[in-house]
């Protein structure tokens, strides 16, 4: 799947964030309202959750804007981060709201002339509460699915909570109506948790991607396999991922033949990092290492000398060796802690005496032998189609 355009992303932000605002403040103002004249501390508490839901869907149509900006100079890896930086800043201030509501109830408790006697609006409003979030958590569970954004998913999950404590408000509702007249407070109390609970994971998730964090190993498996199925790549290593506002980006090591051309290597890199933004939905960022061997157990090559100086090496063994001064090009691979050397000669100096190119080829294989910076030598006779005439 195509990774959609950030005007779309941004399209959908702003849809079910107006939407969410639009239903959230009616719902607030039913509950809040519907717990005064029904007497449910419950309803009254959910009331202000349903309020404070309002917040939850500002940061995500802020950050949505944000985030769906181009980099730039000053955010070269784009603006995802602010995505994180309002899931933090949310999760913070719905701790807050469920330490001091929750506080309040617990207090009333223990003061049996403030708990209040629920009356039957507020099993309705309760009702109406219930219905209204879980519509809500499928439109904008759709949207979240049909751009791959999982900031809108997780505030489609919010969403499906507030629908849930909605559900326990009901039970204290329907358990004090019964004469139960503490169930009331302590389903005020069981919301503050989930709210809490709420605040804690959207405050973990943020700090995890602030320090971070990369994919589960799961998704992981995901990406490995992916890179693996590119024509050419032999092997996958060094794999690092990191999360920012529901998104992902990659930077990896694949190994592939170490006898192929450089334009073939970046062919296959930009095969790679193709088939990951297509398939891995939360990748949008790849940056791939072509290897010729698995740099993390083979022996290093770090020692031995650049191209210049391993050309000028070349030219001082093969001094003495009559017609090696006459090599069209000479290909380097470094290989298995030592360079493989493969020299082209043309053809037709040696179309009537495969015997001296082969005596050619012997003495410089002799010359490199005693040279622990040379491991192989192969040479290769090439035609010069404009020396033939085709």
Not at 34 to 46: C, F, T
Not at 98 to 109: K, P, S
């Amino acid at each position: 799947m195509a990774d959609p355009s950030r005007q779309q992303r941004l399209q959908a932000v702003t849809r079910t964030s107006l939407v969410g605002a639009v239903v959230n403040l009616v719902l607030s103002a039913l509950k809040v309202s519907a717990g005064v004249l029904g007497q449910s501390y419950a309803l009254i508490v959910d009331g202000i959750h349903s309020l404070s839901d309002l917040l939850s869907d500002a940061l995500v149509w802020i950050a949505g804007r944000q985030a769906s900006q181009a980099p730039d100079q000053e955010h070269p890896y784009g603006h995802a981060r602010f995505e994180t930086l309002a899931t933090l800043i949310l999760g913070m201030l719905l701790a807050a709201v469920a330490i001091g509501i929750g506080w309040d109830a617990l207090q009333r408790l223990f003061k049996t002339e403030t708990l209040l006697q629920p009356g039957g609006i507020a099993l309705v409003a309760a009702l109406i509460s219930i219905l209204a979030k879980e519509w809500l958590y499928w439109f904008t569970l759709g949207y979240a699915r049909r751009v791959g954004s999982e900031m809108l998913r997780a505030n489609a999950w919010h969403h499906r909570t507030d629908a849930i404590s909605s559900i326990v408000v009901l039970v204290g509702v329907v358990g004090t109506l019964l004469g139960l007249d503490y169930l009331d407070a302590i389903a005020a109390i069981v919301v503050c948790g989930m709210i809490a609970k709420i605040a804690w994971d959207l405050i973990w998730e943020a700090i995890r991607e602030l320090v971070d964090t990369g994919l589960r190993p799961d998704r992981l498996k995901v990406v490995r396999d992916t890179i693996r199925a590119v024509g050419g790549v032999r092997n996958v290593h060094m794999l690092r991922t990191r999360r920012y506002g529901g998104s992902a980006s990659a930077d990896v090591h694949v190994q592939v033949d170490p006898k192929i051309s450089v334009s073939e290597g970046h062919m296959i890199t930009l095969l790679v990092e193709k088939r990951l933004k297509n398939e891995v939905d939360e990748v949008v960022d790849v940056t791939v290492h072509i290897d010729p061997e698995d740099d993390e157990r083979a022996t290093p090559c770090q020692g031995l000398p650049p191209r210049s100086e391993a050309l000028a090496r070349l030219d001082t063994l093969w001094s003495g060796i009559p017609g090696a001064g006459r090599r069209d090009r000479t290909v380097l691979h470094y290989l298995h802690g030592q360079i493989d050397v493969e020299t082209f000669f043309p053809l037709n100096r040696y179309r009537d005496d495969v015997d001296q190119a082969q005596r050619l080829a012997k003495r410089l294989r002799e010359a490199l032998a005693g040279d622990a910076v040379f491991r192989q030598v192969t040479v290769c006779l090439t035609v010069d189609a404009q020396k033939q005439g085709t």
